[in-house]
Structure formats: C-alpha cells, structure tokens
C-alpha cells in the first residue's frame, strides 16, 4: 500500500532535483542550440560553482552572497574559456570540441582537487531555511521548498528574458539561424561569448543551490553531466520549455525510481531517454529535425 | 613498400618478443595498450570511417568481458575465451545497432550512451553479475600444450589475437565494404541515391565494431582475472573516443598509437605526481588547439595553429 504523504514527500524531492537539472540544463541547450556544441565541461560549472560558494562562506558566512558570488565567478570562468579555447573550434569537427571539453573536466577537476582537497564538504543552507516545515502531514526541510520557489521563479525569469526582451530575441535568433543573424548586422560573437557566459553562470548557481541537499565534491561535476544531457535531448535541443519539462519529468523519474525500484532505479532515465529519442527523435519541445 | 615491411615486422618482433626485454610492469603495460588499441580501433571503425560517434561502445567491451568471466569460471576453453563472448556480443550488437542507426549526429551519441549505461546499471545492480564488485577469480583457458597462467605463452596469445584483430580490421577498411562505409560518412543521402542499402551497411558495421570490442574486453578479463561494472561506465567509452581522437580519426593504426599516448601518459605522469587528470586534460586541450589532426596528422606534417 502506497501511502499518499509518501508519494507527495517524493514528488517534492523530485522537483527540488528537477530544479536543479533545470537550471544546469538551461544553459546547456543554449549553447547546444546556438553554438552547436556539446559543453561536457558544464558540469564542471556545476562543480565549480559549488566550490565558489563554499568559499564565499567560508569568507562571509552569507548564504545569499555566495548565490551571487558563484554566478559571476563561473561566468568570467565561462566567458575565458569561450573566447580562448572554444571560439577557434566552431567552424571544426565536432569531436575536437568533445576532445577539448572533455579536457577541461580532468582539468577542472583536478584543479579544485589541489586547491580543496577530495573531501565531501556541505554548504549549510541559510539560516532561514535551516529548519523544516509541516506540509500535507509531511515533514519537508523548507530548504528544498525554497529551491523549488527559487527553481520556478527563475524558470519565469527566464521566459521573460528570452521571449519577452530585446537581448533574448537576440539570443532566439543566434539559435535560430547564428549566419543569418549575423548579416542582420548582430555582433554575434559577442551574444555567442554572452550565451556561453551566461550558461556558465546558470550551471555554478545550481552548483550553490545543490549545496546544502548535495554536497560538494571534485567528482560532483562529472556525476551531473550525463543527466543533464538527458534532460536536454528529452526536452529539445535549444528549447527553454524542453529543459524545464525533460527537467520535471527526469527529477521526478529518478526520485520516484529510487524509492520504488531499488533494484533498477540507475536504468530508469536512461529508458525515459531512449523511449523519447526512438519514438520522438526531436526530443518533446524541439524543432522537427531536418 | 619493403622498408615499411621490414619496419612493421621489426615493430611485430619486438612486441612479442618484449618479455624477454622487460620486466614485469612495462609488460603489462604493453598488454594494457595492445587490448585498449583494438578496442579503439573498433570504435575508429564507427567512428571514422562509417561516421558513426558512438558514446555507447563500452556496451560491447562490458559484454564482451562478462560473458568471457562468467564462461570462463565455468568450463576454461577457447569458446569460453573467445567464441561465446564474440557470439553474444554480435547478438547485442544486432539488438542495439537495429535501434540506433536510424539517428544521427547527437542523437546517436545519446541513444547508444543509453543502452550502455542499461547495461552499466543492470551489472552494478544484479547479484549474479557480482553487482558492484564484478566477477573475480576468473581463471585463464587452457590451451593444448600451452599453460596461459604462465605470462609469456599469455603474452604471445595475446598478441597473436591482437594481431589478428587488426588484420580484420585493416582488410575490413581496405575492401570494398570499407569504401562503401567511407562514401557514407561523406554523404549519406546521396549513398543512398546511388542505391546502396545504407542502413543494412551501418549495421553491418556497428556489428563488426562490436565483435571486436567485445573480444578487446574478453582479452581484458583474461588479462586482469576480473571484470567490474566500470567496463560498461560511460568513462570507458569516453576514453576509447580520446584514444582515437588523439590518434587520429578514420586512420586505424592511430588509435593503437592514441591508446599508447592514453595510457603511457596516464601511467607515467600518475607515477611521478598526483596531479595526472590534470596534464591529462591540459595535454588535450593543447592538442585541439595546436594538433586537430591528431597524433597521425602531426606525423604528416599538419601541426600548427588552425586558421
């Protein structure tokens, strides 16, 4: 017998992890969009952001300056090795631009395993949301209800930012057609340098948020990656909506598949992913492939 | 033409021969880069030469390497060893190429990280396949006359099926088929205008590649006494794509030379510092920006800064 309270306690956990895939996969099907390149390195923003809030802590003990901290940090991180490392690529084969992001996790990795040692550490949540809260009968550590508000009111941001604003029609059209946005007379090296900046910064403010629930690790960069790859050819190349809803359902598909089939809990999202790419090659939001 | 005989016979001599060259540790190193290098080149057959990335190849390898443990244990032959787990792997092959040839490009690259990563779970969570800790305890096959436990008959079978390995696959690229395979990585549709069955060839293809990566992992089994979940994680597919990336794609040989750059570099750098991920990874990085042609294209001549 399924209790009800447990299935409503999972589905909460399920969307705290779906935030977070969400805000880590935004970025990644930006770039995979615009700039045509599988980012293996983003989850080393993820990782790097993390660390970055550790830091900040450690400094200041302010929970909300290391969420804006961490963003910036891996930004200018983003925006470096944009300009340096992948801008010569773009008109090469794409597997030198897996040969070089794959680089940079090892280096990434290693890096802060040098600077911080292999340690699990934790980021404390901020003291606000250090306790827990009654919902449904349910105990829910209000952290988790905070990301899942913070989650879905930066998904909103997000839209407005992309569908309702001058820098995001910009940015629809560099994923829409990058040459032809550049003979409208765009800069578009500068919104590709933007873009990446900005993924960059996405993916290490998830690495803050997942702090407190998930703690932080040199390994933790390379552990994200492959879901949020998922989440993104679930959802759409390119596609803002995709990566919220392939966010939703593969938070919710490892959650739930964890608590009930321990057995074949790591298979689950890998199935949601094959299902959707056999029956719906485009992914669920995505353009019809050509 | 006799020169590079001369050289390649020179080059097969001393490879056999390294036992008696060696100590103990840089045998197993040659032993490590010999089955890593056929399981690149297996890839490279996808890869560069059908055009088709797989991010899912340590499926074969995995497969490849518990079929060969779990038979092993059982009766120690030569179908243990290699018949069964070539079988089985092809069968997989079948399965899993059947579903993915349809996609390309990215999708691909997902579809079959997928079904390895299936596999990856499957072993890790199945108590038959020794979940976590893998098959251990594996004995060598017993070969008539020769006793594999011992390391040099190991090293010479070894060799002998790497070799083998190779000639397949350099009589595979070099046939027709291979020509085929090639005019598909350049264009597909207009292979298909032509009238060649383009998917029966991809499948061919992924199923040869498979064989022999499956082979490369039994190899790696009988090498190592133990197979692990490790085999079907998708950082093994990953560093089998490094290998042929830095060897060079769609050259065959460059893989064998990538996986011994691999891990050469891996295992010389680990023993001096700790800090290996971290030239492993500046090493590649510096390769796409000074070397895109890879270790093959830097020995003919194309370093240099892109344009």
């Excluded at chain 2, 005989?5 to 097969?12: A, E, H, K, S």
């Excluded at chain 2, 030569?78 to 390309?104: D, E, K, N």
């Excluded at chain 2, 002998?160 to 690229?173: E, S, T």
């Amino acid at each position: 017998m399924v209790l009800l309270s447990d299935v409503f306690a999972q589905a909460l956990n399920g969307l705290a992890y779906g935030v977070l895939l969400f805000l880590l996969s935004v970025g990644l099907t930006l770039i995979f969009g615009m700039l045509d390149i599988v980012n293996l390195a983003h989850g080393s923003f993820y990782m790097l952001g993390a660390y970055a809030g550790l830091v900040t802590m450690a400094l200041t003990g302010n929970y909300w300056l290391a969420m804006l901290v961490a963003p910036l940090a891996v930004g200018v991180v983003g925006a470096l090795m944009e300009r340096v490392c992948l801008r010569p690529l773009y008109r090469g084969s794409p597997l030198d631009q897996v040969l070089l992001t794959f680089g940079f996790i090892y280096l990434f990795e290693d890096l802060v395993k040098w600077i911080w040692g292999g340690k699990i550490r934790s980021i404390p949540p901020p003291e606000v949301f250090a306790g827990s809260v009654k919902l449904l009968g349910v105990t829910v550590p209000s952290y988790r209800l905070f990301m899942i508000a913070f989650g879905l009111v930066m998904a909103v941001a997000l839209w407005l930012l992309i569908e309702r604003t001058r820098l995001g029609a910009l940015i629809r059209a560099g994923v829409f057609d990058a040459e032809m946005a550049a003979g409208m007379g765009v800069n578009i090296d500068r919104v590709f340098t933007g873009v990446f900046a900005f993924g960059a910064a996405l993916g290490g403010l998830s690495g803050v948020i997942a702090g407190p629930i998930q703690s932080a690790s040199p390994p933790m960069g390379a552990g994200i990656l492959i879901p949020a790859l998922i989440v993104v050819v679930v959802g759409g190349l390119g596609s803002l909506k995709g990566s919220l809803v392939g966010s939703l359902i593969i938070g919710q598909a490892e959650t739930f598949g964890k608590a009930w089939l321990p057995g074949s809990s790591m298979v689950i999202i890998y199935v949601v992913m094959a299902l959707v790419v056999l029956l719906r090659p485009q992914g669920l939001f995505g353009r019809a492939l050509k | 033409m006799i020169a590079r005989l001369l050289g390649v016979g020179v080059l097969v001599g001393v490879v056999a021969a390294f036992p008696a060259l060696a100590g103990a540790y840089p045998v197993k190193l040659l032993q490590e880069i010999l089955i890593w290098g056929v399981f690149a080149m297996s890839l490279d057959l996808l890869m560069g030469y059908a055009g088709m990335v797989s991010f899912g190849h340590s499926a074969f390898f995995g497969i490849g390497g518990y079929v060969a443990a779990l038979a092993l244990k059982e009766t120690p032959n030569l179908l243990s060893a290699l018949v069964l787990p070539a079988v089985v792997t092809a069968v997989a092959a079948v399965a899993i190429g059947f579903c993915s040839i349809r996609t390309s490009g990215v999708y691909f690259i997902m579809l079959t990280l997928a079904f390895s990563q299936m596999f990856y779970a499957y072993a890790f969570q199945n108590a038959w396949l020794g979940a976590e800790d893998g098959v251990f305890g594996v004995p060598r096959p017993r070969l008539i006359g020769l006793d594999l436990a011992k390391s040099t008959a190991f090293h010479l079978y070894l060799v002998i099926l790497v070799g083998l390995a190779l000639l397949v696959l350099w009589r595979v690229v070099r046939s027709p088929f291979g020509h085929v395979l090639r005019g598909i990585r350049e264009n597909e549709g207009r292979m298909e205008a032509v009238g060649y069955p383009v998917q029966r060839y991809k499948l061919v293809a992924f199923v040869i590649g498979g064989m022999i990566a499956g082979l490369a992992g039994s190899l790696y089994t009988q090498l190592n006494l133990t197979i692990t979940p490790d085999a079907f994680f998708w950082t093994t597919s990953g560093e089998a794509l490094l290998m042929v990336i830095i060897g060079g794609t769609g050259t065959l040989w460059g893989s064998l030379l990538g996986a011994a750059a691999f891990i050469l570099l891996q295992s010389l750098v680990s023993s001096y510092t700790e800090r290996w991920m971290l030239i492993l990874g500046l090493t590649f990085i510096l390769f796409v920006l000074f070397a895109p042609g890879g270790i093959v294209g830097a020995l003919r001549g194309h370093v240099g800064r892109r344009a």
